[in-house]
T-cell receptor, first 114, second 117 residues
């Protein structure tokens, strides 16, 4: 158990819909990262938050957005869903760099768009 | 641009033998970190081992060791005494410079390891 929690574990929804994925980082970790894993694209970085502020952005679609709340949990919002958005979405957290460099992953949310 | 290459899509190893999974990387940063993660069929990503670019000694964690050759830009994972539970997908990853609390992970395509009894 990495200490990172993600809900829900599975999500099945229809095209055009909107979903919210939730992540709680490990205690003491200030950074939250979102990654997408799909068969054709592999593991890709989406976005990073550090202590409530957006810190880095990857190839995140405009239909996707995220935020990190004062209690440090994070949500990834996916809207106008398409079949190609079906993937495993991971959240990871890491401590400030003066305390460690590892990123610990949650169990993932498997999204299926039908 | 930073890149991770894993050239072995699949590997087989006999139980109790050692196996080396290859990883090469490309970066222009002087400060970076290299990681290996294990992804069993259940899907979770399990952190195995970390090597910093300035670390002079190869990292070890139990049965896992990282063979770091900076000049060749390689960071191979060595698993000693393979066990059936080691059957999984293994990903090599690089974290870019850590300044400004940043540092996304860039992943390779993975190597699927199968351990035979």
């Amino acid at each position: 158990d990495s200490g990172v929690t993600q809900t829900p574990k599975h999500l099945i929804t229809a095209t055009g819909q909107r979903v919210t994925l939730r992540c709680s980082p490990r205690s003491g970790d200030l950074s939250v990262y979102w990654y997408q894993q799909s068969l054709d694209q592999g593991l890709q970085f989406l976005i990073q938050y550090y202590n409530g502020e957006e810190r880095a952005k990857g190839n995140i679609l405009e239909r996707f957005s995220a935020q990190q709340f004062p209690d440090l949990h994070s949500e990834l919002n996916l809207s106008s869903l398409e079949l190609g958005d079906s993937a495993l979405y991971f959240c990871a957290s890491s401590p400030p760099v003066d305390r460690g460099y590892e990123q610990y992953f949650g169990p993932g949310t498997r999204l299926t768009v039908t | 641009a930073q890149k991770i290459t894993q050239t072995q899509p699949g590997m087989f190893v006999q139980e109790k033998e050692a196996v080396t999974l290859d990883c090469t990387y490309d970066t222009s940063d002087q400060s970076y970190g290299l990681f290996w993660y294990k992804q069993p069929s259940s899907g979770e990503m399990i952190f195995l081992i970390y090597q910093g670019s300035y670390d002079e000694q190869n990292a070890t964690e139990g049965r896992y060791s990282l063979n770091f050759q900076k000049a060749r830009k390689s960071a191979n994972l060595v698993i000693s005494a393979s066990q059936l539970g080691d059957s999984a997908m293994y990903f090599c990853a690089m974290r870019e410079a850590f300044y400004n609390q940043g540092g996304k992970l860039i992943f390779g395509q993975g190597t699927e390891l199968s351990v035979k009894p």
